[in-house]
């Protein structure tokens, strides 16, 4: 009896064991660094564009293109708005995504329901995750809350719900009702709760009220560890819940630089900004594109062109507190803007910066001195109006980028003892002796050495 006792006993530890360990892998992505899911710190965005991603313009025709981006680097898809779109005002033919006739619904420009689930299974399958796209602050014409619930919307003299801003084909929600938040909360948690994605970009976050934002960010993360990315850059956002915001002064002062309006220089005085605008654990998700500056900004084929384009791009991959975000055609690249309103597909052909991406999605994955919070720090390789060069660190980990913002051909070398010896550079993948021998670098030339 006490040895059946004894083997009973080390059978339950064994089996107690497993199911810990069993309980561990499946919350593996339940940990968090700085308060943000730790999935996201070494993670990129890659936004997709349903509608003009493909001839069909579905999600499965879209899913033939997973495993490429898989091997591309791709961690995270981002889809724009999938709900479906109002037909009253619409704007063109199949109108805006971001004029949403009902927030638990799908566009049937894309498929069904279950065509989402299945591509959002599939992503999970490949290990990368999912967020969409979120339209809190407006709704479109017709959504159907207008005539079931027509207090959730601010009434223009008429009294008729409100155009948002300038929009005509949208209607302002009003967030002084309490009603209209639990509902909007609702919708947002249906899309967790039944399509099992990842996180939100929430479009227009900066003009909904921080009290939405902290109540309704907790109750969604305490059903998943997901990543909240909020369109805007006001000191509100992240103070209330969100992981990330936009980089808008940094873009537009990588604009200026790109134009030769500012130098190298200019890019500090957003750094030195953004440490007193923002808390110190706030991530930025950089880019040189997304489908606002493509379609209305000619981004980034107009801000960015030709060989401008990659010193940027390096930048926004490498930058301190950043996640980094391709738009949908970028790696091919296309250098048209897209239509908004209209069907107007991407040919995909020739990739030619598949593998410029790839070098760069991967060394941010492999590499913990890329992490989100990773330290920064400047130093001087050449003219500080032209070079931009800095320093990237975790633990023993270290990524040193150097960058020449300028039309001209630049002098450079390395005089800091801690970065000088053996490192590999990763777009040339060789091995180099880094030293304050000087060097040139070509006009708009970028290096990158991992050590």
Known sequence: MK?????ILLFAITFSLICCRSNQLSNADNGQINGHPAWIMQGNIYEVNVRQYTPEGTFNAFAKHLDRLKAMGVETIWFMPINPISKLDRKGTLGSYYAVSDYTAINPEYGTMDDFKKVVKSIHEKGMKVLIDWVPNHTGADNRWI????DFFIKDKEGKAAVAFDWADTR?????????QDSMIAAMKFWVKDTDIDGFRCDVAWNVPANFWQKSIPQLKKMKNIFMLAEGDSTYLPKSGFDAVYPWHMFKMMEKVAKGEKSALALDS?????QTLYPENTIQMYFTSNHDENSWNHADFGTFPGVIHEPFAVFSQTMKNSIPLIYSGQEEPVL????????????FKNFEREKFYKTLLNLRKRNEALSANASFRKITA???????AFVREHGNKKVLVILNFSSIEQ???INEKALTGKAHNIFKETEEVLNAKERKIKPWGYEVFEY
């Open 172 to 180: 302002q929600l009003d967030y002084k009702n309490p009603v209209l």
């Open 3 to 7: 040895k059946n006792y004894i083997s």
């Open 147 to 150: 005539n079931e619930h027509p």
């Open 382 to 388: 050449g003219d500080e109006k032209a070079i931009y």
């Open 336 to 347: 048209r803007a897209l239509e908004f309103f209209e069907k107007d597909p991407i040919t």
């Open 411 to 413: 002098s450079i070398s």
């Open 270 to 274: 957003i750094n030195k900004e953004n």
